[in-house]
C-alpha cells in the first residue's frame, strides 16, 4: 500500500487550526498495528508497524551545526521525528517547545544516550544551517538529544512524502508581512503543513504517531517566538484542543517504543 493513500481505518485526517497547519493531512501512515497499544495509550495517537526503507533511512540531511545526518545514523536508539518551520507563527512555537521538553526530561532520567529528537524543516528554502542554529539557541539550554535539520528540497520533500506530511506553500498577503524574527527580512510566502510526531523503534521501524499541535504553556516557548507568533498562535496556547498531546503522553510513547514498559 502506497505511503500516500490514505489508510482510513487507522488514521484519521487531522484538522489544525493554525495558519501553518490550516489543512487536513492529504497523506496516510503504514497499516497500523495490531497492538494493544491503542488502549494502553488512551487513544492519544495511532500505533504502527513498518520498516522504513533505505532510501528514507539513507537520506542526507544537515544539522545546525554542520554536521551530515542520516535516519541510518541512529539506529539503536529510539527516535521522535516531528516536522517544523523556524518561520511558523502559530502551532510549530508549540510542536517545538513540547518536543525539547520531552528531550530534556527524558534526558534528566538518564534515558537521553539511547534516544534522539528531531526537529526536521518542511521549509529547506529558508531554513538554512544559520537559521536553524539561531532557531535551536533560542531553547537555552538546548538539550544535547535534540537536533534541528535542514536538507535539500528532495531530500526534504522524500521523507515528508512517505510519512505523509501534508505541505502547501502559499502567498503570505494577509495582514502586515511578517519579517523573520533572526534577519528582520519579509516573508513572501508561508508553508502549510499538517503536525506529527513519528517515533522509531531502535530497529528503525516506525511504531507511532502522535497527531495535531500538542498542549503547551507560554512559559516553555521562548521570549523571541512568542514575539513572533501571531494572534491565532497566542490563543491556541491559551485555549488547547481537548485533542492535544503532552509532554507526559509522548513520554509514554517513548517508553512503549524502546520497550522499557509493556503496552
Known amino acids: 500500500m502506497g505511503r500516500l493513500k490514505t489508510v482510513a481505518a487507522s488514521v484519521a485526517a487531522v484538522v489544525c487550526l493554525a495558519a501553518c497547519s490550516a489543512q487536513a493531512s492529504g497523506a496516510g501512515h503504514s497499516q497500523a498495528s495490531d497492538s494493544p497499544a491503542s488502549s494502553a495509550m488512551d487513544g492519544i495517537g495511532t500505533p504502527l508497524d513498518s520498516a522504513l526503507p533505505a532510501s528514507i533511512r539513507d537520506?542526507?540531511?544537515t544539522?545546525?551545526?554542520?554536521r551530515t545526518v542520516r535516519l541510518a545514523d541512529f539506529a539503536g536508539k529510539t527516535v521522535a521525528i516531528s516536522d517544523v518551520m523556524t518561520l511558523c507563527q502559530e502551532t510549530c512555537p508549540?510542536?517545538?517547545?513540547?518536543?525539547?521538553?520531552?528531550?530534556?526530561?527524558?534526558?534528566?532520567?538518564?534515558?537521553?544516550?539511547g534516544e534522539e529528537f528531531l526537529s526536521i524543516?518542511?521549509?529547506p528554502q529558508r531554513d538554512t544551517v544559520a537559521q536553524l542554529a539561531a532557531y535551536r539557541r533560542l531553547f537555552t539550554p538546548p538539550p544535547a538529544n535534540w537536533m534541528a535539520l535542514t536538507g535539500s528540497p528532495s531530500a526534504v520533500n522524500a521523507l515528508w512524502n512517505y510519512l505523509g506530511v501534508w505541505r502547501?506553500?502559499?502567498?503570505?498577503?494577509?495582514g502586515p508581512t511578517p519579517r523573520n524574527w533572526r534577519t528582520g527580512q519579509p516573508l513572501t510566502y508561508d508553508v502549510q503543513h499538517s503536525d506529527e510526531v513519528f517515533f522509531l523503534d531502535p530497529r528503525g521501524r516506525e511504531r507511532f504517531v502522535l497527531e495535531g499541535a500538542p498542549y503547551a504553556t507560554k512559559g516553555s516557548i521562548p521570549q523571541t517566538l512568542q514575539h513572533f507568533m501571531d494572534a491565532e498562535g497566542r490563543r491556541n496556547l491559551s485555549s488547547a484542543s481537548a485533542e492535544a498531546w503532552t509532554q507526559a503522553q509522548a513520554q509514554r510513547v517513548l517508553s512503549w517504543v524502546s520497550g522499557r514498559s509493556a503496552a
Open 59 to 61: 537520506l542526507r540531511f
Open 63 to 66: 544539522a545546525s551545526d554542520g
Open 94 to 113: 508549540a510542536d517545538t517547545a513540547t518536543l525539547v521538553q520531552t528531550a530534556r526530561a527524558e534526558d534528566a532520567a538518564r534515558r537521553g544516550a
Open 121 to 123: 524543516t518542511v521549509d
Open 168 to 174: 502547501q506553500k502559499v502567498g503570505d498577503d494577509a
